[in-house]
């Protein structure tokens, strides 16, 4: 038997009474539209609510179904991290960016933190199906404690690599080496797991191409194949998203693409679900998309789904519906607050035969816009977008309308720039 980590707080998971609730359907740029099927028949999700409460609600369809799970919980580095909305701003000078509310990794004590972590493990491993991988993001403020919860949930036999993320950037560290990487804890669900090892490899270095063609003896008699390229090592080198300007989305701590590009191709394969209940920017599942996997996002904060649906909408990326957990069964989505009519904006937005206008005056507290109609189940089809580029100030002033609902009533979605949200009917 493996040590086991013990607090004076630990328990299993409670069941969580609630359902998820469809909200949306949206059809990037039409894609997909009209549905064939029902909404719930979309297999790609985008959730917004406690994780603990969504993975309780997916768990009747999904346990031992989902081949990855990726999770990139708070660090328990006990600071808030902002979001930025600016556009057009001087990376250099974080004094004058525009910021709004990210979300906090803040906790009483250890106990507390782990109190959080622990049930969502024991969850997560559930839904993994019998070849499932789980990757466990973290740094060095909790992954020692993490490493001994998940030798307990999966089993120490089931670990399979520690990989170390490493990366550049400034610090203001002078007592110290500078902390530059991340851990993630690699486990499968049983000796029988996913890995395509060749869909990861990677080319030889320049220089030990070299020795190669110089020596026969340079590998002690072995003789790699140069041409199909090496496994990678346990440690990546990926730059952070900072360094990467056509990535940024301005969500704290985002991930780079590339790093989850390799976690999906080794352990998943296409039309496999891709799971991520920390989605932040919305990485994995933009990434699932784009490999052609199917998604499951959520997070419990309003900005992390804003931002993961504005990702995805400026991407390629399929239909997907968007959901909120809740315990209320008679409450009608779609006619949430969180979406209130305001008639004052009726000027501002005007109708021409195949499109919708946007005024000059409006475009600059845009975030982003819709197009679509409520189904008679209040289901919101969105079916045509546009979003605030993160190098762009404005939105484009103009949303086309789809021929075959030239003659029907529309309904407008704004979303501002200070996160506040309305609809409006236009005829």
């Not at 994995?284 to 490999?291: E, H, I």
């Amino acid at each position: 038997m493996p040590p086991l980590l013990t607090w004076e707080t630990k328990k299993q998971p409670a069941p969580i009474q609630g359902f998820l609730k469809t909200e949306s359907v949206i059809f990037p740029q039409g894609t997909g539209y009209p549905p064939s099927g029902a909404a719930d028949d979309f297999p790609n999700r985008l959730i917004w609510g406690d994780n603990l409460a969504v993975i309780s609600a997916l768990m009747p369809q999904y346990e031992g179904k989902i081949p990855l799970i990726y999770a990139d919980p708070p660090f328990f580095s006990n600071r808030h991290y902002p979001a930025r909305i600016g556009r057009g701003e001087d990376s250099r000078r974080p004094r004058e960016w525009q910021l709004a509310e990210g979300y906090t990794d803040h906790w009483q004590d250890i106990d507390t933190y782990l109190d959080m972590l622990y049930p969502r493990l024991v969850l997560m491993h559930r839904l993994l199906s019998p070849t499932g991988t789980l990757y466990l993001h973290l740094d060095w403020h909790a992954n020692a404690y993490a490493r001994l919860i998940l030798d307990e949930i999966f089993g120490a036999e089931q670990f399979l690599n520690e990989i170390v993320w490493v990366y550049h950037g400034p610090s203001p560290i002078r007592s110290a080496f500078n902390r530059k990487h991340d851990t993630i804890l690699v486990y499968t669900k049983s000796p029988e797991y996913t890995f395509n090892v060749d869909a990861v490899r990677q080319p030889y270095d320049p220089t030990t191409i070299k020795t190669f063609s110089s020596s026969a003896k340079a590998g002690f008699g072995k003789i790699p194949d140069l041409a199909r390229g090496k496994v990678p090592e346990d440690w990546w080198y990926f730059p952070v998203v900072a360094r990467l300007h056509n990535e940024r989305t301005g969500y704290p701590t985002q991930k780079p693409a590339a790093l989850m590009e390799r976690i999906i191709l080794a352990s998943s394969n296409p039309g496999d679900i891709v799971a991520d209940f920390f989605c932040g920017s919305g990485t994995t599942s933009a990434m699932a998309a784009q490999l052609g996997r199917h998604f499951i996002a959520n997070d419990i904060t309003w900005r992390a789904i804003h931002t993961t649906k504005n990702r995805l909408l400026s991407g390629s990326c399929p239909p997907f519906i968007q959901q909120v957990f809740d315990s209320e069964k008679n409450l009608e989505i779609g006619e949430q607050p969180n979406f209130p009519v305001n008639p004052d904006w009726a000027g501002m937005i005007t109708r021409k035969a195949e499109s919708i206008e946007i005024d000059s005056l409006l475009l600059p507290s845009l975030d982003s816009l819709e197009a679509g109609v409520y189904t008679p189940d209040h289901i919101y089809h969105s079916i045509t977008q546009a979003v605030r580029p993160f190098r762009r100030k404005t939105i484009p002033p103009r949303l086309s309308i789809p021929s075959h609902l030239v003659k029907h009533p529309i309904v407008v979605r704004m979303t501002m720039i200070n996160g506040k949200q309305e609809q409006i009917l236009i005829e």
